[in-house]
């Protein structure tokens, strides 16, 4: 790998690998859904870990899988090397399963968990320059948590060096008093650890082969060894329970509120926005309290979301106005478009630029061109609206005759009465006029009007004629 000198010459850098541990059975979740595959901001621990290997850019990344594998592994994308640990054996054991990937590799390990999902780029960067300053063969991100319980104690001499990591259920009383603790990532240098790995036994209280024990040896064989505290304990908050996990997510989501807020989003109360981690939203976007910005969404610049506006998997323009608990779910709305309260768009639909959306207005697998609006009670499924049509107030589209769907397609400059039903397969074509309460089962033409009910008859006097004969009943 070639990274700047100082001085701008180009030199050559140690490759380094990056080793994810992934194949613990995580039974303190108590679940049966695998360790890795749960959320945090909406996004798979896995998920946040391949994030951060590829910011990195190791020049090999491999992913130790275990219980559950199958499962995690269908997950991965493409060119992730993965190792297989079977059975697992411990943490040290998951390391040297990788022995076999990394066989004709020369240059610095770092390993890393799949259930540090906080962990970011910039932390790690720092533990991997140092380890290369000092010359380590090992070199371990501690941290000091508020609570240690649980963790594995990092032990140093007198003068401060590195001695051991002891397991907190391995550990006496004067051991668990200390409060730096094993945050599971680490730098080795390659030949050093799997030379360690292949002298490790399994003589704890989890007769397990633990990574932690590498340390011990590599200082007994007086080889450096070094340990760096993070500067923010939750950044390596490892996750075994529920309990962390929530815990887990709720610094993520306050992560993700403070980047988009730098970003130039006002977030009128940030404690009930949520937000998922790869969200993006454009300057000067307010929005309002209760909302969810969810999956792949995109908001663009100067928009407005009022109360309770659910984005999911959602592409949003500039300058668009979602009234409150407007729903967007796998679909997008052009720039200066206006919707809600309550219009939901789902099912890969599309709205154009400068629409309008009413209220308790819905599409499904529907597209509406620029300047058309739909602004009460309507349905669309299946359809194409063309530009500047007008969708009247509780006009629907028949799309499903239970068995099969329907399309229907509605050319430019349309106007659609009220109450007016579209029989699908139907095309309304350019400029024509459904005339209100209308059932539209055949094509119309451009420009027509289409008009299909009665007459309209009105009965002189029937409201008093009608009111007399009721008292005559009630009388008898
Ligand atoms: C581990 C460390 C502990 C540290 C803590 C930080 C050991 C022995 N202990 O404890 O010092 O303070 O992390 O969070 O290393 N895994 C495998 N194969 C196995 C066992 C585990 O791949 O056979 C993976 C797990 O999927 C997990 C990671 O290794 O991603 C850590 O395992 P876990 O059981 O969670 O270790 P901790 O008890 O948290
Ligand atoms: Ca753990």
Redesign the pocket.
């Known amino acids: 790998m070639m990274v700047g000198s100082p001085d701008g010459d180009d030199v050559i850098v140690r490759p380094f690998a990056c080793v994810v ?4 059975k ?1 039974t303190r979740m108590a679940s049966d859904v695998p ?2 595959l749960h959320c945090v901001c909406g996004k798979p621990m896995i998920d946040h870990v391949l994030a951060l290997a590829r910011e990195l850019e190791p020049d090999r990344l491999i992913m ?1 899988l ?1 219980a559950d594998r199958e499962a995690v592994a269908a997950h991965l994308p493409g060119g992730v090397t993965v190792a297989v ?1 079977e059975p ?7 390391v040297a399963s990788a022995r076999e990937a990394l066989a004709d590799f020369e240059g610095d390990v770092l390993v890393t ?4 999902p906080l962990l970011t780029p910039t932390t790690v960067a720092k533990l991997l320059a140092m380890h290369r300053d000092e010359g380590a063969s090992a070199s371990v991100l501690t941290m000091l948590p508020d609570d240690p319980t ?3 104690r990092l032990v140093r001499d007198e003068n401060g060096a590195v001695r051991a ?1 002891v ?1 907190h259920r391995d550990a006496d009383d004067e051991t668990l008093a200390i409060g730096e ?4 990532v680490y730098c080795f240098d390659a030949r050093a650890l799997f030379d360690a790995l292949g002298r490790l036994r399994p003589d704890n209280d989890q007769a ?1 082969y ?3 024990d590498v340390i011990r040896l590599m200082v007994d064989d007086g080889l450096p060894v070094r340990a760096m505290p993070s500067e923010d304990a939750d950044e ?3 996750i ?1 329970t529920r309990v962390q996990l929530a815990l887990a997510e709720r610094i993520a989501r306050d992560r993700v509120r403070e980047r988009v807020m730098l970003a130039g989003a006002t977030l009128l109360d940030p404690p009930s926005t949520m937000i998922d981690a790869d969200v993006t939203i454009g300057r000067d976007t307010v929005i309002g309290p209760g909302s969810c910005l969810l999956g792949a969404t995109t908001v663009g610049e100067r928009c407005e979301l009022r109360s309770n506006v659910t984005l999911r998997d959602a592409t949003v323009g500039d300058g668009v106005l979602l009234r409150d608990h407007t729903v967007i779910e796998i679909s997008s709305v052009g720039d200066e478009s206006e919707l809600g309260p309550f219009t939901l768009v789902r099912g890969n639909s599309g709205v154009g630029n400068r629409c309008k959306l009413g209220s308790s207005a819905e599409m499904n697998r529907s597209r509406i061109g620029d300047g058309s609006k739909m602004q009460h009670f309507s349905y669309l499924g299946d359809s194409d609206v063309g530009e500047r049509c007008n969708i009247g107030a509780g006009a629907i589209t028949c799309n499903y005759d239970g068995l099969g769907k329907h399309h229907t397609v509605i050319e430019d400059e349309v106007f659609i009465g009220s109450s007016a039903v579209l029989v699908a397969p139907v095309s309304i074509e350019r400029g024509a006029y459904v005339a209100a309460g209308s059932v539209v089962t055949k094509d119309v033409p451009a420009g027509a009007l289409a008009i299909e009910r009665t007459h309209q008859k009105n009965i002189e006097d029937w409201v008093s004629r009608w009111h007399s004969r009721r008292k005559g009943r009630e009388e008898q």
């Open positions: 541990l992934a194949a613990g995580g360790k890795p130790v275990g640990q697992q054996l411990g943490t040290g054991h998951a968990c799949a259930d540090i649980g963790y594995g990591i397991e603790v094993n945050s599971s397990e633990y990574l932690t390596v908050m490892g075994n």
